[in-house]
């Protein structure tokens, strides 16, 4: 089992959309949990980052951490079809480590 | 302007041909990584170094050497190329572990 675990998709949605992006983590020593979003031929960027358990909000976006159930969300509201790209978590555990990237998500957000 | 830069963005070459691929950074970071990338298979974390003549394997180090003899630069050597290391690769850095990774835009490697 992978430590870190991301459904590929792709995820089709219509503009507007709430989109929810998952994964699960294996590794109960990972402290901090990143989104990054990556568009096609370009490097990933980061887009959230959050150390705890709990929600953190920047404008259309959410993240959230559920540390008992190792389960980490990104949410979208009112998805934009600019917001189609592949959406990577990386989770890691502080320290001197580098985090373990999920294999990410691709979405498509249609007109 | 902060930013991670490769060079080349796009090689194509053929089996047993040594190539580098250069990695720079502008923002003083300690720690410096290169990942590829294949699909299905997501990030997958070659190598990395977390300063000047500190490296460590990554996932994925078998057929890639890599040196830190500058804080600013890392190359990516692949003495013998084969097929298999087809794929896109991304440098990145960052100030430590915990911080957020700083991408280069990729170079997308061919091997014949």
């Known amino acids: 089992q992978k430590e870190v675990e991301q459904d590929p998709g792709p995820l089709s949605v219509p503009e507007g959309a709430i989109v929810s992006l998952n994964c699960t983590y294996s590794?109960?020593?990972?402290?901090?949990f990143m989104w990054y979003r990556q568009y096609s031929r370009k490097g990933p960027e980061l887009l959230m980052y959050?150390?705890?358990?709990g929600n953190k909000e920047d404008g259309r976006f959410t993240a959230q951490v559920d540390k008992s159930s190792k389960y980490i969300s990104l949410f979208i509201r009112d998805s934009q079809p600019s917001d189609s790209a592949t959406y990577l978590c990386?989770?890691?555990?502080?320290?001197?480590?580098?985090?373990?990237f999920g294999r990410g998500t691709s979405l498509i957000v249609h007109p | 302007e902060a930013q991670v830069t490769q060079n080349p963005r796009y090689l194509i070459t053929v089996t047993g041909k040594k190539l580098t691929v250069t990695c720079s950074q502008n923002?003083?970071?300690?720690?410096m990584s290169w990942y590829r990338q294949d699909p299905g298979l997501g990030l997958r974390q070659i190598y990395y170094?977390?300063?000047?003549?500190?490296?460590d394997k990554g996932d994925v180090p078998e057929g890639y050497k890599v040196s830190r003899k500058e804080k600013r630069n890392f190359p990516l050597i692949l003495e013998s190329p084969s097929p298999n290391q087809t794929s896109l690769y991304f440098c990145?850095?960052?100030?430590?572990?915990?911080?957020?990774?700083?991408f280069g835009p990729g170079t997308r490697l061919t091997v014949l």
């Open positions: 990386a989770i890691g555990a502080g320290g001197s480590y580098i985090p373990t």
């Open positions: 590794n109960s020593a990972f402290q901090y």
């Open positions: 959050t150390y705890s358990s």
């Open positions: 923002m003083n970071h300690e720690y």
């Open positions: 170094s977390m300063n000047v003549e500190v490296t």
């Open positions: 990145a850095s960052n100030r430590g572990g915990a911080d957020t990774q700083y």
